[in-house]
């Protein structure tokens, strides 16, 4: 039998699935832990103890650490109505809670316990430029990337590639179109850079990925301006067989056991846009969400996840205009 911690918000819709799908496998196999810790909690850790509540955290064959968002030890909050002429409480017990949780996951796979994602795949990911770069000197193909505040760099790139894209440096973002207009709003001496990419033209894929085997495959339409407007378009299909190597090397730059990977399929690679190490797929379509949490649960158990074969249903977003 196995005995898996669930380290969640306590509310969180995805980890309350995959309790469930878990549990549906094996009945009380999973125990749950609150991110961030409930007042009253008691974390213990010393050279022979990891406890949260009692609870010997050496125990778990598997950590799945949902929600575990990055946060600057050095930079408060952004909030203007706080005077930040003196310490505040607030942000010291930020700061001590989110040590405290990266102290408590870096000893979990430091004393062998298998954490879906550890704290270093969380620190990769989120600096996108770095992860990019990491990837391409890793011998993946990567997009041609560009971090600007200058606008005549931006105009440059703008003309050297003409069709350009755009999302910001850090955390979790979607890439949007960098037109004229964007070139004008967002780059600024007096505002932070943002990520510009090159368009490589091919197909567009969302991948969900468990220990560098796809469990889910979704493919994408670029939106259509022409009535009826479609903002997005997209269904599940079979993982392209040229892409699969270079996704699981994505995989084992990054030692990530779960991810999602954002790639575009041009001749026989897949070149790299984004890899998120906490994917969240709780806006998908309800069928596409169980089938995730389904395979992602028959993952951990080591089951086939059976996560390659054709859909029969196609996903749209569609706007209309009024009048």
């Not at 990977?261 to 790299?272: Q, S």
């Amino acid at each position: 039998s196995m005995l898996i911690g669930i380290f969640a918000p306590e509310h969180d819709v995805q980890a309350h699935a995959r309790q469930d799908r878990l549990e549906a496998l094996q009945s009380g196999c999973v125990r749950r832990f609150l991110i961030p810790p409930a007042q009253g909690d008691r974390l213990v850790m010393d050279s022979g103890t990891l406890c949260w509540n009692g609870t010997a955290l050496t125990q778990l064959d598997a950590a799945f650490v949902r929600g575990f968002a990055y946060c600057d030890p050095v930079i408060p909050s952004g909030q203007l109505d706080l005077d930040w002429s003196v310490w505040r409480y607030e942000y010291l017990a930020t700061q001590q809670t989110y040590s405290s949780l990266c102290s408590i996951f870096l000893e979990l796979e430091r004393r062998g316990v298998r954490t879906i994602n550890g704290v270093d795949t969380h620190l990769m990911a989120f600096m996108k430029p770095a992860l990019l770069e990491t990837l391409r000197q890793q011998g993946l193909c990567v997009p041609d990337t560009l971090v600007t505040n200058r606008t005549e760099d931006a105009a440059d790139y703008m003309r050297r590639y003409g069709t350009v894209v755009w999302r910001p440096c850090t955390g979790r973002a979607m890439y949007q179109a960098f037109l004229e207009p964007q070139r004008t709003a967002l780059i600024s001496l007096l505002r932070p850079p943002p990520l510009l990419a090159q368009v490589v033209t091919g197909a567009l894929y969302r991948g969900y990925l468990f220990d560098g085997v796809p469990l889910a495959t979704l493919q994408s339409s670029s939106p259509c301006d022409t009535p009826p407007e479609r903002l997005e378009e997209f269904w599940e299909v079979p993982c392209p067989a040229e892409a699969l190597p270079d996704l699981a090397r994505v995989a084992e730059v990054l030692k990530a056991h779960w991810l999602q990977v954002l790639f575009v399929l041009k001749d026989g690679r897949a070149w790299i846009y984004d890899v998120d190490a906490d994917p969240l797929y709780n806006s998908l379509p309800a069928a596409i969400q169980a089938r995730l949490s389904e395979r992602l649960a028959r993952g951990l158990f080591g089951l086939p996840t059976a996560g390659g074969e054709k859909a029969e249903m196609t996903f749209e977003v569609v706007l209309v205009a009024a009048g």
